[in-house]
Each structure stands twice: as structure tokens, then as C-alpha cells.
């Protein structure tokens, strides 16, 4: 196959000397409907409940520990917002509709991570 | 993690997704055109974010995001608290232009390299997928060229993958028309495994079809000596590149990537040279004999022994060793034995596979700050053993000197037997098997 000058047999061709036709074997992809984000109602986070959200990757020193450090950063720089930092249960591909529903119900925003 | 945004956003909660740098640009992109659908406010992190100190994530906090080179913690207020643009309000949908079935004619050299460009290959040659080609490996099938054989969900955009689509990557791979029964039930699995943490595949042949199709199952069986494990194996690869659209640091993350992936070692197993009363995989699976089975298996680590075995140190105990230096990950091992070595296991007593598989969850033992100590662990059964659940809760609080048996499930511990009877060798694995896939439905 590799030999200097080697041309294989065109066994579809157009007609144009030298030149084949070959099929792709790239799939088309069907792309998502696109959907807006909630509209931000507020324009500070200041005497905010906001939840911030361990999914679970790297184990329990990776993404918590770097929310730990931002729970320190809005006592310093917003202090009147609070902050409840929790892991989502199951594996960190796994749903927890239970939280989510908690955090409708008790939260104003989330910060949620971190995906790696 | 953007579906969780998202359900979070459609419940009305101002949400801000944090990634790490790796997977960035296809949360933004890729991911967000087909299957999110949103436009999520994402911030990113340096790597690494495990196995750091404290000090390094006050320094990814406090600072700047690597990609929009913003504050992080401002950046996620704004994310939080800045109107919506009209971008970020659009609800519609998105539209592409189709992939053609046919590409424009040119010359063979042009398309080798307009097939490269497209990152369709493994950058060694392809045999060029003409009608022609196409039409003559749709003679190894009944099925027809318009069948589904799988949507394609990862890494989302649905792609429809026909039987005409794994035949384009059949031929580009050099398969004969003879192996495309086990080319498309292998395809039923596509594709190939992607993880940041470098994964692959192994797939294995059991049943009649090994003899009818010429696999090697005998010596240099998992080496480059044969068209059929060679081309079965890397359709596989192509096809998950082109048809399933994995291209590294777009939609595939493997930050080593494996060798493996050239023809994610695919090979038979060597069921007429099994000891009495050993059963080849497909047979543990529940298939009968003369079905025709291909297993698709997914993991990491292939070790092998090196050196023949000795008469002072029996099979089994340097199988538990070298078991050890797996992760433990669903207490997943796969051995693949020559019929020599498996010949020696039984002379040793164990008269079936599922014999040795059970030694093995027995007899293998490691410190349990070592099963602890491997991220895929921490990050698979921290959250588990959080929720009581047996065995992680009660190894999460064991002293870090305790032995555990990590390899608790025997079920996950397989054995295939594969090889030339030219030296005592044994390889272990951590590949997990799936349960097979039949080959005489897409004969």
C-alpha cells in the first residue's frame, strides 16, 4: 500500500481522471434545543442563602476543600451572605433530586462543582 | 455536572458550574450545543484540584480563572448576580448541516490526509472507504445498510450509528467482509472508553466464529500477528473517533491516553486448550457454547508476570501479588492465562475459573489507606461510604494499616485463557467485562 507511486483501483469514481468518491464516516449530530438560564433577580449576593455544592470528584479533599476556602471569601468580602456547603450524595455522575428540591426551597443561588 | 446546572437553572436558581481546565472547552462548547443546551455561566480551575494542599486552592480561589483570566470569586458573584444577555434568554432550536454520505471526489493522497485532518484515523494509513468497498462489506451482514445499530449519547449530539457507518470504518480498518458479524455486535458497545483517567478497552472473541474468521487465540494472540484480532480491534478505535466523534482534549480527555486504543487488544480466547471442567468467558456469561459471543471490556491496567513461573512459588500466589497493585475499583480483575498457566492452576486445585476467581477475593489483601489512596476509589465510594453503605463505610473508618480484601465481589474477577503454550505467562488486568454481545444476530 505504501509503495512509492501506488494508486489504488478507483472503484467509485466520478469520472475525473485519478480521483475517487468515498463515503464519510462521520455521523450527523443532532444538536439541543437551546434553553435560557433563570432570569438573575438580584444584584448582590449580599443576605443571600447560597448553597455551594460538592459533586464528589477527586474524593473529599478535592472540591470541598476548595469550597471550605470560598466559604472564607464571603465572610470576608459578603459577609450577610450565607453559605451552606454540602456534598450531593451518590457517585459524581449521580442525580440527588433531593437536594436540588432543599436548595429550591432554602437557597437563593448555587455554586456547584467541580467537574473534572 | 451540567445537567445538574441546568435542572438547577430550570428550577429557578441562579447556578454558577465550576470546572477544571480539561474538560473547559467542552462544557462550553461541545456540551452545551448537544446536550445541555444552555448556556451556562461556567468558571474554570487550574489542575490539579486532588491530591493538593489547602494552600494551592486558597491560591485557585483568590485568583484569576485561566481561561477568562477574571477574578475567580468575582467572576461567580457575576455569574450569580449580572442580567441575563440576549444570548442567554434564547430558547429555540439550534440547527447544522448534515454530514453528506459521500465527500467530494479527490485523489487518494489528498483524502488520506483530508481524513487526518478530520482526526477520522489513528494516523496510520486507511484503506480508502470507496462505494465499492463499502458495498462489498455490507455482503458480511443480512442486516440492512440503513439499520440502527446504536445511538451514539456520549459525548451527546444522538448520532445515529448505521450498519452502512460501522462498514465506512470496517474497510478504512482493512476488516474482510467475513468479520463484519463481529464487528457490528462489537459495535453495539461503541465506543471506546474516555476518561480523563486514560481508560481502554479490551475485547474478546468466544465461539465458533474465532475458527470461521481466522482469529488468533494461539501464540502472539494479544501481539500484531493476525488481520482479524488487528482489524476487529482497531474498527473499533476508528469508529469511536469518526462516527462517535472522540477527539482528544475536544471530547476525549485521557490526559496520558492509552496504547491500547490502536486496536484496544482484541483477540480470542483459546477455548480448545482450557482445562477440564474451565469454561470459556462467554459460556460464564450464560451464552451456550456454539453461540458466538464478543465481549467488550473496559479498564486501565495490564500487567504482565514476565518471566515463566517456578516450581517454588505456585501460580496463584504471584496472581495475588501482582492483584494487588490494581485499584480495587467494582473489585474488577481480569487474567489472561496461557494454557500453560492455566493447566498449572488446575494441578493446583482449581477446577474452574470461578475456583481461582474466588481464591483470588479471598487471598488478596492490601492496607486500606492504599485502596483509599487511588482517586478513582476516593472518587467513586467517598459519597457511598458517607451513606453507610457496606463495605466503603466500614473501610472509610479503618486504621490506614488495616488489611482489607478489596476484591470482595468473585464475579468480577474473570479469567480468559489466550496464548501459544510457549512459555508459562500470565498478564492481570483490571478490565471489566461487560456480559457479551451475540454475533449470530448480525450475521
Redesign the interface.
Known amino acids: 500500500m505504501s509503495s512509492p507511486g501506488y494508486r489504488p483501483k478507483a472503484t467509485s469514481t466520478t469520472g475525473i481522471a485519478g480521483k475517487i468518491t468515498v463515503l464519510s464516516p462521520a455521523c450527523s449530530s443532532t444538536m439541543a434545543e437551546r434553553m435560557p438560564l433563570t432570569p438573575r433577580n438580584f444584584t448582590s449576593l449580599a443576605g443571600k442563602t447560597v448553597f455551594l455544592v460538592d459533586i464528589g470528584w477527586g474524593g473529599p479533599k478535592a472540591g470541598y476543600d476548595v469550597f471550605e476556602v470560598m466559604q472564607g471569601w464571603f465572610a470576608r468580602n459578603i459577609p450577610s451572605a450565607k453559605t451552606i456547603l454540602v456534598p450531593k450524595k451518590g457517585g459524581f455522575g449521580d442525580d440527588d433530586p433531593e437536594l436540588w428540591k432543599r436548595i429550591q426551597s432554602e437557597g437563593d443561588a448555587c455554586i456547584l462543582g467541580i467537574s473534572c | 455536572?451540567s445537567?445538574?446546572?441546568?435542572?438547577?437553572?430550570?428550577?429557578?436558581?441562579?447556578?454558577?458550574?465550576?470546572?477544571?481546565l480539561?474538560?473547559s472547552e467542552y462544557?462550553r462548547g461541545w456540551n452545551?450545543?448537544?446536550?445541555?443546551?444552555?448556556?451556562?455561566?461556567y468558571t474554570t480551575?487550574p489542575?490539579p484540584?486532588?491530591?493538593v494542599s489547602?494552600e494551592v486552592?486558597?491560591t485557585?480561589?483568590?485568583g484569576n480563572d485561566p481561561v477568562t483570566g477574571k477574578p475567580v470569586?468575582l467572576q461567580?458573584?457575576d455569574a450569580?448576580?449580572?442580567?441575563?444577555t440576549n444570548e442567554?434568554?434564547?430558547?429555540?432550536?439550534?440547527?447544522?448541516a448534515?454530514?453528506?454520505?459521500?465527500?467530494?471526489?479527490?485523489?487518494?493522497e489528498n483524502?488520506q490526509e483530508f481524513?487526518k485532518e478530520?482526526d477520522?484515523t489513528d494516523y496510520l494509513?486507511v484503506?480508502?472507504?470507496?462505494?465499492?468497498?463499502?458495498n462489498a462489506m455490507l455482503k458480511g451482514t443480512s442486516h440492512k445498510a440503513y439499520e440502527v445499530v446504536k445511538t451514539?449519547a456520549w459525548p451527546?449530539?444522538?448520532?445515529?450509528?448505521?450498519v452502512?457507518?460501522v462498514a465506512?470504518?470496517a474497510v478504512?480498518a482493512g476488516a474482510k467482509a467475513e468479520y463484519f458479524p463481529v464487528i457490528l455486535a462489537m459495535a453495539t458497545m461503541a465506543p471506546f472508553g474516555n476518561s480523563?483517567t486514560s481508560m481502554a478497552n479490551m475485547i474478546i472473541v468466544n465461539g465458533p466464529v474465532r475458527k470461521e474468521i481466522g482469529m488468533n487465540s494461539g501464540t502472539g494472540a494479544m501481539g500484531p500477528h493476525n488481520r482479524a484480532n488487528a482489524t476487529i480491534g482497531r474498527t473499533f478505535t476508528?469508529?469511536s473517533k469518526?462516527?462517535?466523534?472522540l477527539h482528544a482534549g475536544k471530547t476525549t480527555f485521557g490526559s496520558l491516553g492509552s496504547n491500547l486504543q490502536y486496536n484496544n487488544c482484541c483477540f480470542a480466547e483459546n477455548e480448545e486448550a482450557m482445562p477440564e471442567g474451565w469454561e470459556p468467558l462467554s459460556v460464564q456469561f450464560g451464552y451456550k457454547r456454539d453461540d458466538s459471543v464478543v465481549t467488550v471490556a473496559t479498564g486501565w491496567t495490564y500487567v504482565s508476570c514476565a518471566g515463566e513461573l517456578v516450581t517454588t512459588y505456585p501460580p496463584q500466589l504471584l496472581i495475588r501479588d501482582y492483584m494487588k497493585s490494581l485499584s480495587g475499583m467494582g473489585s474488577t480483575a481480569l487474567l489472561c492465562a496461557d494454557p500453560l498457566v492455566a493447566g498449572l492452576l488446575h494441578k493446583q486445585g482449581f477446577t474452574t475459573k470461578e475456583s481461582v476467581a474466588e481464591w483470588l477475593a479471598k487471598n488478596v489483601k492490601i492496607p486500606v489507606q492504599q485502596f483509599?489512596g487511588n482517586?478513582i476509589i476516593?472518587?467513586?465510594y467517598?459519597?457511598?461510604a458517607?451513606?453507610g453503605i457496606e463495605p466503603f463505610a466500614t473501610w472509610h473508618n479503618l486504621p490506614p494499616d488495616t488489611f482489607i480484601e478489596p476484591f470482595n465481589e468473585p464475579k468480577n474477577i474473570n479469567t480468559v485463557v489466550v496464548g501459544g503454550q510457549t512459555n508459562t505467562i500470565w498478564f492481570i488486568t483490571d478490565f471489566r467485562a461487560g456480559k457479551g454481545v451475540p454475533v449470530d444476530y448480525w450475521r
Open positions: 455536572m445537567r445538574f446546572a441546568k435542572t438547577l437553572e430550570q428550577m429557578g436558581i441562579p447556578t454558577a458550574p465550576c470546572t477544571a480539561n474538560v462544557v452545551m450545543l448537544y446536550n445541555s443546551g444552555m448556556p451556562l455561566r480551575f489542575l484540584i486532588a491530591g489547602r486552592h486558597e485557585y480561589v483568590n470569586m461567580i458573584v450569580l448576580t449580572k442580567p441575563l442567554e434568554q434564547a430558547q429555540d432550536t439550534m440547527e447544522k448534515q454530514e453528506p454520505r459521500l465527500l467530494p471526489p479527490d485523489t487518494e483524502l481524513f478530520k477520522w494509513p484503506v480508502m472507504p470507496t462505494e465499492d468497498r463499502v451514539l451527546g449530539g444522538g448520532r445515529r450509528l448505521t452502512e457507518k465506512v470504518s478504512m480523563t476508528l469508529l469518526s462516527a462517535g466523534n483509599w482517586g476516593t472518587t467513586g467517598t459519597s457511598l458517607r451513606q
